[in-house]
């Protein structure tokens, strides 16, 4: 195998080049980055950069490739680089803050066994929210500023305050990985036949990922890595491992009741680009969970509680919700990171064992919950699906009520679905408020009750 040798200590890089395989040596380049374009476009200054960085590297070893990279953030006319200490970095993030802005990445790559030598440039560009003085210091208490450009990550805590991009998410982390396959396989280099024999479906996913995305339904711009296909792939993954671990019900009868009204929930919904799918689980628990892709399950126990069509309605038009909003993938992308290209390896020929665990842990991950916001956005949809589909949506509220009585009378069990559900007044005021109705003084004594910290979650 060909030496590959990458011209930077950056923890982002080095962590980037290893979704590639790659066995790689770090050799940081000695050259000092310059931030004054001069009579330099923005393109040709990180290019020049990175080129410098890549012959310095090149001039200590006898052969093999080496890799360079430079980024910079522009702004107003003006260039960020690397902060040069604390003071500067909060200099730094003030002034971006707030304001639209792009980031630039120069590559060069240097093949000494061939002589050849290869640039590009990716730029994206970035918008962040204004920040308090307070902010950037709580940022910079958690999160080094002075390796990176600008001094913010994508990746990291940063994320919390960068609105949207467009263009290269990886670009941002560090290393624009679609762009540096591009130059690698214009060289004829063949370091990475083995990755596409193993990860086929992973590495298409990391190349069709630099994208954003405007999302219907939460009314944003989102950063994905992956397609609508590779998320039908993941879900179908997952859902291989949950048929062979889990017992189905085979009543015929159930089965259709369930089937009849997804598929009708299906039809009114905001996300009909893929094939939705309705199973019930044989398990007592009062619990529901989807997965990425349109694959909804019903617990056995929960459709035991309900007491009409409307009120499971509710229940299948919440998880639909999820899927519309793709809160199962955005929650696998940012708790599993990067094992999620070990879940698309079930779709692959050959596929191994890790994969059915993979997929169960991600298949668990998923039964513990989202967030309280996408649970309430769920909610949200749900009532508006379920009456769009010609269901009572009120019985959606019946069933929340129900679902307080019965999280009163026994413990939280390690699958259930209170675990991580936000207060059940909040859930049901979410409801009123999409069917337009308004609160009774009751739900205001409730939700002022969870807000002033009088009432304590037993389940924090």
Not at 296 to 308: F, T
Not at 312 to 330: P, Y
Request: charged letters at 30%.
């Amino acid at each position: 195998m060909r030496k590959i040798y990458l011209a930077s200590d950056s923890k982002a890089r080095k962590k980037l080049l290893k979704i590639f395989g790659l066995n790689f040596k770090v050799l940081p380049s000695k050259i000092r980055e310059k931030t004054a374009a001069g009579s330099l476009s923005y393109t040709q200054l990180v290019k020049t950069n990175a080129l410098k960085k890549a012959a310095d590297v090149a001039s200590r070893v006898k052969n093999g490739v080496v890799i360079a990279a430079d980024t910079i953030v522009v702004c107003g006319g003006k260039v960020f680089g690397k902060p040069k200490d604390l003071s500067g970095a909060r200099k730094m993030l003030k002034v971006l803050a707030g304001k639209p802005q792009w980031l630039y990445t120069g590559l060069a790559i240097i093949d000494k066994d061939n002589k050849k030598v290869k640039t590009a440039c990716e730029k994206t560009k970035i918008y962040m929210d204004k920040l308090t003085d307070k902010e950037i210091d709580n940022y910079f208490a958690a999160v080094s500023p002075l390796d990176k450009a600008g001094s913010f990550d994508i990746q990291g805590k940063g994320a919390f305050f960068i609105r949207r991009i467009e263009g290269c998410f990886y670009n941002v982390v560090g290393l624009p990985l679609r762009r540096l396959y591009l130059i690698l396989k214009s060289l004829d280099l063949k370091v990475f036949m083995f990755l596409f024999f193993l990860l086929p479906f992973a590495f298409c996913l990391l190349l069709s990922g630099c994208t954003t995305e405007y999302n219907t339904v939460t009314g944003e711009e989102e950063t994905y890595f992956y397609s609508t296909d590779r998320e039908v792939a993941i879900g179908e993954s997952i859902n291989r491992a949950v048929e062979k671990e889990y017992k189905f019900v085979e009543d015929p009868l159930v089965e259709k009741r369930v089937k009849d009204i997804g598929e009708k929930i299906a039809a009114v919904c905001d996300r009909k680009e893929i094939t939705y799918h309705f199973k019930v689980l044989d398990d007592d628990e009062v619990n529901a969970v989807s997965l990425p892709g349109g694959f909804v399950y019903i617990n056995k126990g929960l459709i035991e509680k309900v007491a009409n069509d409307d009120e499971l309605a509710g229940v299948i038009a919440h998880e639909v919700g999820h899927i519309v909003a793709r809160h199962s993938i955005k929650k696998l992308q940012g708790e599993i990171g990067y094992s999620i290209l070990r879940l698309l390896v079930a779709a692959a020929p050959r596929s191994g064992g890790e994969v059915g665990g993979a997929a169960d842990a991600a298949f668990t991950e998923l039964m513990l919950g989202y967030s309280r916001e996408d649970e309430l956005l769920a909610d949200q949809l749900g009532a508006r699906y379920a009456k769009l589909a010609g269901y009572n949506p009120r019985g959606m509220l019946e069933f929340l009520l129900k679902l307080q009585a019965i999280d009163k009378r026994r413990p939280l069990a390690p699958k259930s679905y209170f675990k991580t559900h936000p207060y059940v007044p909040d859930r049901i005021r979410v409801v009123k408020e999409e069917l337009g109705e308004g609160m009774n003084f009751k739900d205001y004594i409730n939700i002022e009750q969870v807000s002033h910290g009088v009432k304590q979650d037993p389940h924090e």
